[in-house]
């Protein structure tokens, strides 16, 4: 591998999701791009809706 990138996302949520009493606004993630020469991979990390705790 000869490099690594890592997108972070958020995507705002309207109407919200109550979870253990508190309410997310926003879902967040990541993206992972991975290079080597010619050769390219992306991948997508996210936590479940069941673990709130912010990357």
């Keep these: 591998m000869r490099s690594a990138q890592v997108y972070r996302w958020q ?20 993206y992972v791009c991975l290079r ?6 992306w991948g997508e990390i996210s936590p479940p809706l069941a673990l709130p705790t912010p990357l």
Excluded: F
């Excluded at 949520?13 to 009493?21: E, F, I, N, S, T």
């Excluded at 080597?36 to 991979?41: A, I, K, S, W």
């Design 11 to 30: 995507i705002p949520m309207d109407a919200g999701v109550v979870l253990r009493d508190r309410r997310l606004k926003t879902r967040d993630g990541l």
């Design 36 to 41: 080597d020469g010619e050769r390219e991979g």
